[in-house]
């Protein structure tokens, strides 16, 4: 008794209380780079749709891309762009999971992972509106998410023109953000043909791309090229010096095209504050 009202454990009243329903929102793509809009469109979606998280999801083998960046670089710099962010996680399911990786297959590992405790809000972009319909298994997508669009290309999409595309039972929100040209492939394009990219993409971002070399001609990526400093290590400016101590300890090897994971260099240099940084997991 406790001034003559009964007192009971706290776990007594856990059967009373109401569960909390977990908000995670997904984002998918190749991040082939990743870029500003990737991160923008995220904090919109978690702000305006009040999310608890929102995970990125690397595709692992997209059924409609081929020839993508491998999937271990790909994290790593999509890593370091949102390392920054505590509401950000990147998730490996699609990385590591084998064969055609389909949105329906992530939703449902989402599903038994979490349970009943979990509502999903699956982000695609306004380009991807009039395709989704034909998707994989689209009608369980729509079962299993929320879907939220986000304007691409300074387009306007209202709330009539999804009703138009969607089955009446989906149930979808539209991201409150300005829409963006700014693209992975603009980037890719840029990189190969020696233009600058240098504020469409993080700090982070930037340096992982010179860095691990990627997007320019095969006949760039040599043994000459990293001894002559145009990528790897050497390819660092004078006020880049701060990661040479780590990468000096890491002998760069062109077969197979490796470099040390950006992430981790970041880390033990002190670039990124480890409260915020978080170690890459592997979803079980």
């Known amino acids: 008794m406790l001034f003559g009202i009964p007192y009971y454990p706290y776990d007594f009243y856990q059967p009373f209380r109401p569960k909390r329903i977990r ?3 997904l984002l998918g793509g190749t991040y082939d780079p990743t870029h500003h809009w990737h991160l923008f469109t995220g904090d919109c979606a978690v702000t305006q749709f009040k999310l608890d998280e929102m995970h990125y999801i690397p595709n692992g083998n997209p059924p409609h891309k081929h020839g993508v960046t491998d999937g271990e670089i790909r994290c790593d710099l999509l890593n370091a762009a949102i390392s920054p962010n505590k509401r950000f996680r990147v998730s490996r399911c699609e990385i590591e999971r084998e064969g055609t990786s389909y949105t329906v297959d992530t939703l449902r590992y989402y599903k038994r992972r979490y349970g009943e405790d979990v509502q999903l809000f699956y982000t695609i972009g306004s380009d991807n509106l009039h395709t989704i319909t034909e998707w994989h298994d689209h009608d369980e997508i729509f079962e299993l998410a929320t879907i939220l669009i986000a304007p691409r290309d300074h387009e306007e999409v209202s709330l009539d023109d999804v009703r138009k595309i969607l ?7 539209i991201i409150d953000c300005p829409g963006s040209t700014i ?4 980037i890719r394009d ?5 233009l600058t990219y240098r ?4 700090d982070s971002v930037w340096l992982g791309i010179r860095y691990y070399g990627l997007y320019l001609d095969p006949a760039l990526r040599t043994a000459e090229a990293l001894e002559r400093g145009l990528i790897g290590p050497g390819c660092l400016a004078p006020h880049e010096n701060w990661a040479l101590q780590y990468f000096k300890r890491n002998p760069v090897t062109l077969k197979p095209y490796r470099f040390p994971s950006l992430v981790r260099l970041l880390h033990r240099v002190g670039y990124y504050d480890s409260s915020v940084y978080q170690e890459p997991q592997n979803e079980e």
């Open 23 to 25: 908000r995670i929102g």
């Open 199 to 202: 504020y469409a993409v993080t």
């Open 190 to 194: 840029r990189v190969a043909h020696g």
């Open 167 to 173: 089955p009446a039972t989906a149930r979808f929100g």
């Open 183 to 186: 693209s992975s492939s603009l």
